[in-house]
């Protein structure tokens, strides 16, 4: 598959009216960062003179897509879960939760140790790791992915965007057809 880099708008524009239409009525998905650039993309193709490729082209973000590839998929799953993490973790924190490396107490007591930990976990889901992914070779890392474990359990079907991308990501992988949107 070719890759075209974008420069600038008028590329974007140009590549959207360069997606190829089969059938009748055209239908073409466009994956873009946020609403504001669709707007200008529209912008952009309105002003080119290229407004016919707006006919049957959808502008979805990546969270959407990855949304709509799982319910297709027919997962259950339900999405904010970076708004509980922090909660979630305290909540831990004052659980039996056995650690190797991080005195228990001190994560109890000392403020930022929430914070610490939902940054760090949310820093390795961004980089599309799950806890398995990661071999515990020290006891820091060790009590992180015990952590991790323990927070992923307490949450259960909530997931953060970054869990709800690489679960797509790797549906997607294996199935192809679990792309749920039409044309190209």
Known sequence: MPVKIIWSQRDWADAVAQLPVEGVLPCRTVVIPRAGIAHVVRRELIRTGQQHALAGTRFVSPRI?????????????EAGEETFRETRLATLFRSDLKLRHFPIDLLRSTPGWESAFAQTISDLEAAG????????????????????????????????????????????????????????
Do not use: H, M
């Open 129 to 184: 790791l799950r806890p398995d992914d990661l071999v515990g070779d020290s006891a820091q890392l060790e009590d992180v992915l015990t952590i991790w474990r323990a927070l992923e359990k307490l949450a259960g079907l909530c997931w953060t965007v970054n869990r709800i991308y690489l679960e797509a990501a790797v549906l997607l992988e294996g199935r192809q057809e679990a792309w749920p949107f039409l044309g190209p």
């Open 65 to 77: 897509v990855a949304i709509e590839v799982l319910r297709e998929a027919g997962l259950e799953f």
